[in-house]
């Protein structure tokens, strides 16, 4: 059994001129939009609630090794990148 609350909300006219308008769009009522968009924002629900996956952007850049860095000791790695060396 579903159970339904009727509620006030006080919607900004310009969010909710955009509501009314994809109700229009894709033939929907105005409480499913706004049931849609809440389920979207608190639960990431709905056909548009996946989240983008990352991608990186790898980026090169020319430079060179400084004098006295060796690559397989992290720890003097640490200490050039801290200052201390």
Avoid: C
């Avoid at 968009?37 to 983008?52: E, N, Y």
């Amino acid at each position: 059994m579903l159970v339904h609350m009727r509620t006030t909300l006080n919607i900004d006219d310009r969010i909710m001129k955009q509501i009314r308008q994809e109700a229009a769009r894709s033939g929907r009522t105005i409480t499913q939009v706004i049931e849609n968009l809440l389920r979207r924002g608190m639960m990431g629900g709905g056909p548009r609630g996946k989240k983008r996956r990352f991608r990186l952007e790898w980026v090169k850049v020319s430079g060179e090794l400084l004098p006295g860095v060796d690559l397989s000791d992290r720890d003097v790695l640490y200490e050039i990148m801290e200052g201390r060396k």
